[in-house]
């Protein structure tokens, strides 16, 4: 289970003022979907953003298989295409993807294009490299990455005392403001020593501006915390019990009290004999 401090699954969002159409800069990376690979798989979907995965079947077109059970008129569905460079979006003429290649998929291969993400309004450059005809399904493309979107300056976990429970802090400037911010996560489960990631969405006044996946590897809390140490400075004494008996009653968001000791989100006699017998 994630959760950010404000309840949001998995998901950060990062304030800032930005326009709503946003230019992808970042280092080219090339997506390839081999000739005859099995298109429901992840591996042959290039997932450009949550609702942009695009594909192709044996036959056919590309589609974007996120919300399109194949190939149509219209598909990519949420796209449109043009000829030229990102940077220039305001000056291009955008349509279908059919009509920009002009029903010829191998007559656009090394042609400069943008590709418009229209609901997230998105532009970025592409290049495609290859189209397989007769039924075997493959092309290839070369396309923009969005560029370098939060960079973390300072993070820190802090273990809740149910031993699974923890906190990320994480504090960093994101690119489209400048500015710096700290963040806070706090999640429970995945296996010590594992990866978790948190995925960040920059936004602003004006619309989504970039989005990022911030990664740590989970703590084993279960060895890390101290019984009785509320404030988790590794010593049990008397500002934990201090902090026990100004947070004393019930505890409706459990995994956020550290003094919960015995589990049943309640800070009462158990957890002050906890504190007691641990005393150091």
């Known amino acids: 289970m994630l959760k950010h401090s404000f309840g949001v699954v998995g998901v950060l969002i990062l304030a800032g003022s930005v326009s709503a159409q946003t230019v ?12 005859g690979a099995n298109w429901k798989l992840p591996e042959n979907q290039d997932r450009i953003t949550d609702n942009v995965w695009i594909t192709r079947k044996n036959t056919a077109g590309i589609y974007n298989i996120a919300v399109e059970p194949g190939f149509g008129f219209s598909s990519p569905a949420d796209t449109e295409w043009a000829s030229g460079s990102a940077a220039d979006y305001e000056d291009l003429v955008f349509q279908t993807w059919l009509n920009w290649v002009v029903a010829c998929p191998p007559c656009a291969v090394n042609v400069d294009a943008v590709v418009h993400l229209i609901s997230e309004d998105i532009y970025i450059d592409i290049r495609f490299t290859s189209w397989s005809c007769c039924g075997a399904g ?11 979107c939060f960079t973390v300056t300072d993070e820190s976990i802090v273990c809740h005392a149910d031993g699974s429970t923890f906190t990320y802090t994480v504090q960093g400037t994101d690119q489209c403001t400048g500015g710096s911010s700290s963040y806070v996560f706090t999640a429970s489960g995945g296996a010590p020593g594992g990866e978790m ?3 960040a969405l920059v936004s602003g006044d004006g619309g989504l501006c970039c989005t990022t996946q911030l990664c740590i590897i989970v703590p084993d809390c279960a060895e890390l915390i101290t019984p009785g140490d509320v404030d988790q400075d590794n010593v049990v004494g008397i500002s934990d019990l201090m902090a026990l008996l100004a947070s004393w009653g019930p505890c409706p968001e459990c995994s956020s009290c550290n003094a919960d000791f015995d589990g049943d989100c309640d800070i009462g006699i158990g957890d002050l004999l906890v504190v007691l017998a641990n005393w150091n």
């Open 24 to 35: 992808w800069t970042g280092p080219e990376i090339t997506f390839t979907k081999p000739d």
């Open 138 to 148: 493959g092309f290839s493309y070369v396309r923009s990455t969005q560029g370098e």
């Open 197 to 199: 990631c948190f995925t």
